[in-house]
């Protein structure tokens, strides 16, 4: 069995704010879902959403989801830090949306969580030692 794991951003419009597609997901496909961020009211909205499971039935999920008029956009791409580069400012931790980055109290070394990284790229541009690249 392959493994995928992938990361989408769903696009609501008001007439689906109230479908449990998401649930769908887990309960009939029993895909392993996180919700990495939400911003959705009675007007629509967007969600960013991690999935995981077999890579035929996370086709199919994606399949379920185009079905059901959501548009449905790949999140393919993440960024890498250098480490050696970094001095641990923390400008990128407070700045991220997704709070993929974490400054640890141990030693005051911030750590980037790639799997929540939908490389929007706002760190790339903020960091003053140009440590932040997309994984390309
Ligand atoms: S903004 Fe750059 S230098 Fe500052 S903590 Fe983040 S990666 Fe390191
Ligand atoms: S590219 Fe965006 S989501 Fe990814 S770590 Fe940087 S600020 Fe966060």
Sequence with gaps: MTVKECKVQLEYTPDLVSVPITYRLARDLGLEINILK???????????????????????????LEKARVRVKPLGDYVVKDDARCIDCGGCVSLCPMSAYVMSLDDYKVRLDQSKCVACGMCIDSCPRGAIALNQ
């Design 38 to 64: 939400a911003a959705i009211d009675e007007n629509g909205g967007k969600m960013i959403l991690f999935l995981k499971g077999e890579e035929r039935i996370v086709a199919e999920g994606l399949r379920s």
